[in-house]
């Protein structure tokens, strides 16, 4: 199997709010791939498109090389698993009975089976949370439940995990071991992508960055629409010119050439970032 997703041309639009906009990527059995984009820009959309949460304006998710739509929610279940970036703290449940219902998928009856139990105990080792596996999931820190659902999606035993900032909440031993978990799942066979703000931890344990394109909107050219290259390309050339004649005409004991950087090219860069629209996506 060499595609197991398949993403082409995704669209995503609320009225005339643009969320997503002809998203298309391909990822195959043993990648771990780091969506990344700036705050608010439609990764977490992504995340539920694929799992089948939100339908897009247009586009096509294949998995497995079957058309998600011809998939039943049961079987789409069984293939894909979802971490939210939040849930509600205050359920009702032990946390091992939370992570129990990650095996919910793949139950035929009324309790889970000996295979059931064994997927989730081995979860929750993993995840290192089985020590509290009797304890009310209110009363959890958020590290702590951030594990629990990490647990929850690994006991489901997907062939694609979607993880939203799987590291938020965890302390910097907690967030290696995350990744080294996920790193794990994708050398197993798994598909694993997670979106992330960390690029070290990403840098250090995917194989792939997809870094999804951002438009800037901007006063300077005729569709007030300019890539986010090019304001850097600008506002770095009108930077440099400012220091090079900083340099020239100034005497470098009577003001720092960096000073002069500052004064003249700062404000067109406050300028340019002033000229920028909201964020299209959430």
Known sequence: MSGLLEIANLELSYGKRVVLRSVTFNAKPGEFLALVRVNGAGKSTILDIIAGFRKPSCGSVVIAGRDQKAWSLRELAQR????PQTVHS???????????????PHTDRWFESDEDHLFIRQAMERTRCWDYRH?????LSG????????AAC??????ILLLDEPSTFLDIDQQLHCFNVLREEAEAGKLCIAVTHDLNLALSHCTRLIILPHLVRSRISPDHRILLPSLFFFGGTLLAACDALGRI????????AGAVLALLGGPYLVWA?????PSEGT
């Open 80 to 83: 894909v698993s979802r971490l």
């Open 90 to 104: 205050d359920l009702p449940y032990t946390t091992e009975q939370l992570v129990a219902m990650g095996r919910y």
């Open 135 to 139: 304890r009310n999931f209110a009363s």
């Open 143 to 150: 590290g702590e439940r951030q594990r629990v659902l990490l």
């Open 154 to 159: 690994l006991a489901q035993n997907a062939s």
């Open 249 to 256: 005409v100034l005497p470098p004991a009577e003001i720092p």
């Open 273 to 277: 970032i002033r000229q920028r629209t």
